[in-house]
């Protein structure tokens, strides 16, 4: 049996943590081996998700006046919650790479921006891009007029060029 105060802590870490995150992943773990929820806690800890299996009753409080309130729902059986702290897609990637190899884990739910999404939208999630990746698709669209600009600026020089070259080459043809 839980105590009361450590009940509250749990309570006030998943709130917290529910509070900072960017979309949060619930899946039942129905069946897996300690060695596999093992596993699935390093992968969650290295990806910059938090994991946690809670009670249900303790979750509901947790996500009360948060964006992930939506979740309430969604919570049955033994979950496991995910939350992504780094970027949205973190919790999608873990989750959906790790049940790909373990079929005990079963997505049941997906929540970001206020909205719960059926287990499906875990591949729309999991697909989002890394900060990094979201920065260099920035940075190419930003480049990508600059380069534009500066090619026309010197094609006019370049065809010039091309054109001296070719009336040499015929002058000198006709010479010999």
């Known amino acids: 049996m839980i105590k009361l105060e450590d009940k509250r802590a749990i309570v006030a870490e998943i709130a917290e943590v529910a509070s900072?995150?960017?979309?949060?992943?619930?899946?039942?773990?129905?069946?897996?081996?300690?060695?596999?929820?093992?596993?699935?806690?390093?992968k969650a800890r290295e990806g910059g998700v938090f994991l946690k299996v809670v009670r249900n009753t303790l979750a509901r409080r947790a996500v009360q006046g948060t964006e992930f309130e939506c979740m309430v729902d969604a919570l049955s059986g033994p979950v496991i919650l995910a939350f992504s702290m780094e970027e949205?897609?973190?919790?999608?990637?873990?989750?959906?790479?790790?049940?790909?190899?373990?079929?005990?884990?079963?997505?049941?739910?997906?929540?970001?921006?206020?909205?719960?999404?059926?287990?499906?939208?875990?591949?729309?999630?999991?697909?989002?891009?890394?900060y990094d990746q979201s920065i260099s698709m920035l940075m190419s669209v930003m480049k990508a007029p600059v380069e534009k600009f500066v090619r026309t600026?010197?094609?006019?020089?370049?065809?010039?060029?091309?054109?001296?070259?070719?009336?040499?080459?015929?002058?000198?043809?006709?010479?010999a």
């Open 20 to 42: 900072n995150a960017y979309s949060a992943v619930i899946a039942e773990y129905r069946g897996m081996s300690v060695g596999d929820m093992t596993e699935l806690r390093v």
């Open 88 to 130: 949205p897609g973190a919790a999608g990637r873990i989750v959906k790479d790790f049940a790909k190899d373990n079929d005990k884990l079963v997505v049941t739910g997906v929540a970001m921006s206020g909205q719960l999404m059926p287990a499906e939208a875990i591949e729309k999630l999991a697909k989002m891009p890394t």
């Open 153 to 175: 600026l010197a094609e006019p020089h370049a065809k010039l060029v091309r054109t001296l070259a070719a009336v040499r080459t015929e002058k000198e043809q006709e010479a």
